[in-house]
């Protein structure tokens, strides 16, 4: 299984900070998103933040129709968000055997990228072009509209036949179906792809999945949001998009 990755921190909204009064969009950025997807890649969304803050991370990404995802927030706070984002996604590499295709964020997540054997041309970023790092990355400097047609007409992004990604997430957009009870909480990937991907399984033992039908409201409070600290990806919390 492929998937693109994208850091939500930076990369996204025009402004620093997705926190603020509903920043705007970065144009184009969501046509990106959704032109990989459209080629079947699965889409990773990955950020530094506590998992506290899910629910306007969620509902930014919502209305403005990103394509659907998985989503990482560090549990919690955290010393070294970009350490977590490396450990995760090097995990994500190595026992669940996805391969990263390529990767966008800010110029902070190019270490992150680079520690994972990601080649310069496989590294996005947004911003200005910067000569400290003008080898190791692909500098958006036009923006993601002028990304993306060259995407469009060029041989790198060729299409992905993976009925895997299908099953795991239904195409489609957050804003279309965008709402609590369709948040569900996975506090370790590997329980998702070992369902979906008995062969190889991502554990000897995978435990039984949470009932779809819980409220969202009942895992956080209840005894099952505590398990997102243990197991392979510490410090990690992921949620499904469907």
Not at 58 to 84: A, K, T, Y
Request: with cysteine.
């Amino acid at each position: 299984m492929e998937c693109v990755v994208f850091s939500i921190d930076g990369s996204f909204a025009a402004s620093v900070s997705i926190m603020g009064s509903d920043p705007k969009v970065r144009p184009g950025a969501v046509d990106v998103v959704r032109h990989w997807q459209d080629l079947g890649y699965l889409i990773i969304y990955i950020t530094g933040r506590p998992d506290m803050q899910k629910q306007r991370v969620v509902s930014w990404l919502s209305q403005h129709n990103f394509p659907h995802g998985m989503i990482f927030f560090s549990e919690g706070l955290v010393h070294d968000p970009l350490r977590q984002k490396t450990i995760f996604l090097r995990n994500l590499m190595q026992e669940c055997h996805i391969k990263i295709n390529s990767a966008y964020g800010s110029m902070k997540d190019i270490s992150v990228y680079n520690m994972l054997g990601l080649s310069p041309s496989q590294i996005y970023i947004v911003g200005r072009p910067s000569k400290k790092y003008h080898n190791q990355c692909q500098f958006l400097s036009e923006g993601y509209a002028a990304h993306l047609s060259t995407l469009q007409f060029g041989h790198r992004a060729r299409p992905k036949k993976s009925p895997s990604v299908r099953m795991v997430l239904r195409k489609g957009s957050f804003g279309l179906s965008a709402k609590p009870d369709f948040l569900c909480k996975r506090t370790h990937l590997r329980r998702t792809m070992s369902v979906q991907q008995p062969d190889p399984p991502c554990t000897p033992n995978p435990k039984p999945e949470r009932a779809q039908s819980q409220p969202e409201t009942d895992k956080d409070h209840g005894g099952g949001g505590g398990g997102g600290g243990g197991g392979e990806y510490p410090g990690q919390v992921a949620y499904q998009i469907r």
